[in-house]
């Protein structure tokens, strides 16, 4: 059965702000929140320069997402620019490591918001992370108006958690040596690899094309924005920290913003930042699990994977089968491990795809150069394109800063996803 077939579509309900603002809010989660502490204790005092690296990456790559969702303005983002570019087989590859990308960051980052709940109600852990999961599925099957408000309110109460520990911080600017490394550029370059988790989700922003109003345009510009915003606070929250405590007590601190908060203005404010731990944690389980369940929409009806991921709720336009999928997945990967891992395993798999990605944008140029492009990435040589020729080098260069383990679980994955492909065009997966 072919998707195109099936009725009703998605609801365009997006315009700039909300696409912008959800960006912000998926890229502004709980990452910052749950890695700062770690990525000091290879970065040192320079912390702020791991963040503008990883920025870089972000930035470079960002730009390749930009002008691709420009060309290909459908749900399934990645998919559709891979298989455009080169072939559905790598395409369901990548997909499938996009996707479980997804599921891996909202089963991890749930547990880390019931870690913040447990501390404020005594809940235990694994009842939290659920009955969160639960609830995010039924508020992504209910409506995307209503899940884009959602995120935009949690976005501004995560902004403001880091408005807070940036103004608390400034005031001490300039009392530490912010070129300290501690491991020299080796933990510089560890730290950007491992922080890069913290600006995952700009990509997932081009799942909204087939919710947005204009897509072609008001993607990339949101796209854009929604970096440039995220980088900002980053850089200021990074120089904010370790002038306050110092990259020593930085890296050994289990919850380092409630430390700076209950230092300075006393123990009960703790719970201020806790409350706003629990937003950004809650808002990127939800874009993550939106961004999962968007690719699988988007794969699904292909001659690989089963249209019954692509059927659409008739009143309430949303993928509910795909969105069921990746809740049921995100509950029973609660198990999936230790948080730093597994984001080193998620960027592994986003290192992987941006590969792939800015390498779509290069072979588009001399495949396809007459294809209309409403955003173009400037600057190239000839049909060459700098920006994204110089985001695949980084992304394979961060990529190789992952540990072996990391590097071994990584490929494991890559081979799943290829033995799927194998069974699905053996007829092992169901079209119906």
């Known amino acids: 059965m072919d998707r195109k077939s099936l009725n009703p579509t998605l609801k365009r309900e997006l315009g700039l702000i909300e696409v912008t603002l959800s960006g912000v809010g998926i890229i502004l989660g709980a990452g910052i929140y749950v890695l700062i502490g770690q990525a000091a204790g290879l970065a ?73 709940f447990a501390a404020l109600t005594n809940v235990p852990l694994i009842i939290s992370a659920v009955v969160l999961l639960v609830l995010l599925t039924v508020l992504l099957g209910y ?30 600017l300039g009392s530490v040596n912010y070129w300290e490394m501690p491991r020299g550029f080796s933990g510089l370059f560890a730290a950007s690899a491992l922080i890069f988790f ?91 699990m939106y961004a999962s369940s968007r690719i699988l929409y988007g794969m699904a009806g292909s001659s690989r994977l089963t249209a019954r991921f692509a059927m659409v709720h008739p009143g309430r336009r949303t993928p509910w089968t795909a969105i069921a999928f990746c809740g049921v997945l995100s509950i029973a990967l609660l198990f999936s491990g230790d948080i730093a891992f597994i984001a080193n395993v998620t960027n592994f798999t986003l290192f992987v795809t941006f590969i792939v990605i800015n390498a779509a944008v290069i072979f588009l140029r001399y495949h396809s150069p007459e294809s209309p492009r409403p955003f ?47 069974i699905a065009e053996s007829g092992g997966v169901g079209k119906a």
Request: hydrophobic letters at 60%.
């Open 44 to 116: 040192g005092n320079a912390l702020w320069l791991a963040f503008g690296l990883s920025a870089i990456i972000a930035l470079l790559t960002g730009l390749s997402y930009a002008e691709l969702s420009s060309m290909f303005t459908k749900a399934g983002a990645e998919y559709d620019y891979i298989a455009n570019a080169f072939n559905t087989r790598l395409a369901f590859v990548i997909g499938w490591l996009v996707f479980l990308s997804g599921v891996l960051a909202a089963a991890t980052v749930a547990l880390g918001f019931a870690g913040y």
């Open 143 to 172: 409506g995307i108006k209503e899940t884009a408000r959602v995120a935009v309110i949690s976005t501004l109460i995560e902004a403001a958690g880091l408005v807070l520990i940036i103004a608390l911080g400034l005031p001490h």
């Open 198 to 288: 913290a600006y995952q989700g700009f990509e997932s922003m081009v799942k909204f094309s087939e919710e947005t109003r204009s897509p072609e345009t008001t993607v990339p510009k949101a796209l854009i924005l929604a970096v440039v915003i995220s980088v900002i606070f980053y850089v200021l929250v990074a120089l904010s920290v370790v002038s306050l405590l110092g990259w020593q007590e930085l890296s050994v601190s289990t919850a380092p913003f409630s430390d700076i908060v209950s230092g300075t203005l006393g123990p009960d404010a703790a719970i201020v930042i806790a409350v706003v731990a629990l937003f950004a944690t809650a808002n990127t389980a939800l874009m993550s």
């Open 376 to 422: 173009r990435i400037p600057l190239s040589i000839g049909r060459l394109p700098l920006f994204p020729l110089a985001g695949l080098v980084f992304c394979i260069f961060l990529l190789f800063q992952q540990d072996v383990p990391v590097l071994g679980f990584g490929i494991v994955l890559t081979v799943v996803g290829v033995i799927l492909l194998v």
